[in-house]
């Protein structure tokens, strides 16, 4: 598996825009699909986001259609998530996951991911 490091987090008022990247070790990582799960306190980790390995499949959760964007870049072994129109609600610890050549159901859980990285905070002020 690979280890995953995310950066880009901060505190962005609402209304805003902010870009999470997740750096991975290895060369294989196009035949990982990636997902973006956030966490609220009190909440249960949720997928905002997920592309899989072959590219052609995404998912976005109903509350970030049309404002989230995943994409990636094997060449740089980086997965983005664009972060449009920013929500108080949005605020959470944004963490990334990854499985080699894995998928998802209806909607990816963690339990399809065998390594995660150690999150950001995104904090969106109102």
């Known amino acids: 598996q690979v280890q995953l490091v995310e950066s880009g987090g901060g505190l962005v008022q609402a209304g805003g825009s902010l870009r999470i990247s997740c750096a991975a070790s290895?060369?294989?990582?196009?035949?990982?699909?990636v997902a973006w799960f956030r966490q609220a306190p009190g909440n249960e980790r949720e997928c905002v986001a997920g592309?899989?390995?072959?590219?052609?499949?995404?998912f976005y959760a109903d509350s970030v259609k049309g404002r989230f964007s995943i994409s990636r870049d094997n060449a740089k072994n980086t997965v983005y998530l664009q972060i449009n129109s920013l929500k108080p609600d949005d605020t959470a610890v944004y963490y990334c996951?990854?499985?080699?050549?894995?998928?998802?159901?209806?909607?990816?859980?963690?339990?399809?991911?065998?390594?995660w990285g150690q999150g950001t905070q995104v904090t969106v002020s109102s």
């Open positions: 996951a990854a499985n080699f050549m894995g998928g998802w159901g209806t909607v990816p859980i963690p339990a399809n991911f065998a390594s």
């Open positions: 592309i899989m390995w072959s590219g052609g499949r995404t």
């Open positions: 290895g060369r294989t990582f196009s035949t990982y699909t």
